[in-house]
């Protein structure tokens, strides 16, 4: 059964802007974090950014200044604003949901920056 449904990745050229989009599904409760990590090819899967219930937010040094998480708690969703993207960008993105009870992974949306 799928929880978190991706969306918002593609191919987009240097400079450029993308906004992925997570939906947590309605049967997951008390939400904690949400964030989204992302794999390039032959590199290890790192965490992106992330924001707590709160509102509090941190950021991998690489994308600080370009890229901005939100979420919509009403929705259960969470958002991530990637501008001034560059190819070493490229990966696959995946969102991450922690709730008090388990952790939830989305299928993973592509996420390509062309020279």
């Known amino acids: 059964q799928v929880q978190l449904v991706e969306s918002g990745g593609g191919l987009v050229q240097a400079g450029g802007s993308l906004r992925l989009s997570c939906a947590a599904s309605e049967t997951i409760f008390s939400i904690v974090l949400m964030g989204w990590y992302r794999q390039a090819p032959g590199k290890q899967r790192e965490l992106v950014a992330q924001i707590t219930s709160g509102g509090s937010t941190n950021y991998v040094d690489s994308v600080k200044g370009r890229f901005t998480i939100s979420r919509d708690n009403a929705k259960n969703t969470v958002y991530l604003q990637m501008n001034i993207l560059k190819p070493e960008d490229t990966a696959v993105y995946y969102c991450?949901?922690?709730?008090?009870?388990?952790?939830?992974w989305g299928q993973g949306t592509q996420v390509t920056v062309s020279s």
């Open positions: 991450n949901v922690e709730s008090s009870y388990r952790v939830y």
